[in-house]
């Protein structure tokens, strides 16, 4: 069947059709994304759904055991504590490459983060390919029963929770600079918030404040977070009325504290078929002889950044604070989207939704990455290896 789709969506393929995609963007807002949009969804076969789904529910068990906070105090030790923390994140972005074990495709963990990601494009993208390609129609992006309407319902939902959109902003640094600059764009679109950069937020005690379009200032009652640490941390120039350390009037959309627990921190301690095989530097007990098979990864970055693909005993060596890396086995990708050109590498981030109140977070939708390069996920490196962002698409099921 997924073959069948494949073969279909070739065959209609045309640089004409992506043009009228990427036109179909741009008359939004006046701008296309600052990344590439791929050329083609990935057709996702369901065995594959199902191990995707297994392997989610594997992690979710893992960060629901009651110790998860304690275990992860560490992480938060190393970097910086939000006060009023919640009981569980709002938003994960699960990433797995597409990989093949005996022959068979298997997905492997990459990254997780207790983080939001572009579901807003990735809602809207959908639309758009089905206006250019009405054979996707059959098809669709979503899981746990959710269709287009109930997937946005239930992310607007645990985004305003009991505000009005006026009083909830998305929150993140030089938002207009941002290469996710057009899911904000999305996101004012779908849910009628505003987004504000941190240089604009103003204080009031332990109130915190925007200016909306008409000049006004406007208590902000609820925050969408999308401010990254690392990137904060990175901008000393930045004047900012608030600090995150701050005990604020204000509740958080995604509290920051969970970026830093649900991270590459905890892959260490994930262990089965889904996963990979990943030590502490600080824990290493000597430096493997078969480099060329691991990669060198910073805790706490993201994007990608400060990753080393070609790792050497020097750079290990080199290494000041060994408890914020980890060496990581290299998986080995398997391309398996058959492009007119050749065949692609791909990566599946699975995108979750947690409303505070649910016991457990709900599989929303996906975004997928694509690459013929050796590393999937490093959007702007110099090898130009990164193909675009896509959307994986399952068959539906009574």
């Known amino acids: 069947m997924i073959e069948t789709?494949?073969?279909?969506?070739?065959?209609?393929?045309?640089?004409?059709?992506?043009?009228k995609l990427l036109d179909s963007i741009q008359d939004d807002f006046g701008y296309i994304p600052t990344f590439r949009v791929a050329e083609t969804p990935f057709f996702i076969p369901d065995d594959f759904k199902e191990k995707l789904l297994q392997a989610c529910d594997d992690l979710v068990t893992f960060i629901k055991q009651p110790k998860f906070k304690e275990l992860t105090q560490r992480a938060l030790d190393l970097n910086i504590e939000v006060p009023n923390e919640d009981l569980h994140t709002q938003f994960m972005a699960i990433d797995f490459g597409v990989c093949e074990e005996d022959g068979v495709l298997t997905p492997k963990l990459i990254e997780v983060q207790g983080f939001p990601s572009i579901f807003n494009f990735q809602h809207n993208l959908f639309q758009k390919l089905k206006k250019v390609y009405p054979m996707l129609e059959s098809l669709t992006p979503y899981l746990s029963g959710l269709d287009e309407d109930s997937c946005l319902s239930l992310l607007k939902s645990t985004i305003l929770g009991q505000y009005a959109p006026e009083e909830v902003v998305l929150l993140e640094i030089e938002p207009e600079k941002q290469n996710t600059k057009i899911d904000f764009s999305y996101c004012e679109k779908d849910l009628g918030i505003a987004t504000c950069c941190v240089?604009?937020?103003?204080?009031?005690?332990?109130?915190?404040?925007?200016?909306?379009?008409?000049?006004?200032?406007?208590?902000?009652?609820?925050?969408?977070?999308?401010?990254?640490?690392?990137?904060l941390f990175a901008r000393p120039d930045l004047k900012m009325e608030f600090s995150f350390t701050d005990e604020l009037e204000v509740e958080w959309a995604g509290h920051p504290n969970w970026y830093t627990r649900i991270s590459k921190f905890i892959l260490p301690h994930l262990h089965g078929p889904y996963f990979i095989e990943s030590t502490l530097l600080s824990e290493l007990q000597e430096i493997p002889e078969d480099l060329e098979n691991y990669v060198l990864k910073p805790l706490f970055s993201f994007s990608g950044a400060g990753v080393i693909f070609n790792v050497t005993k020097a750079d290990i060596e080199a290494?000041?604070?060994?408890?914020?890396?980890?060496?990581?086995?290299?998986?080995?990708?398997?391309?398996?989207?058959?492009?007119?050109?050749?065949?692609v590498k791909v990566e599946v981030r699975i995108l979750a939704i947690w409303p505070e109140a649910d016991e457990k977070p709900t599989l929303a939708g996906n975004l997928v990455r694509l690459s013929r390069g050796e590393m999937i996920g490093v959007k702007f490196n110099k090898d130009k290896d990164w193909v675009g962002g896509s959307i994986g698409l399952f068959t539906k099921k009574a």
């Not at 937020?201 to 925007?210: A, D, W």
């Open 319 to 343: 290494v000041q604070d060994k408890g914020l890396y980890m060496l990581q086995k290299k998986v080995s990708y398997k391309p398996v989207i058959q492009a007119p050109d050749g065949l």
């Open 5 to 19: 789709y494949r073969k279909q969506f070739n065959a209609e393929f045309s640089t004409q059709k992506y043009q």
């Open 199 to 231: 240089t604009k937020v103003i204080k009031k005690g332990k109130k915190l404040f925007y200016k909306n379009r008409d000049g006004q200032e406007v208590q902000i009652k609820r925050i969408y977070n999308r401010v990254v640490f690392d990137e």
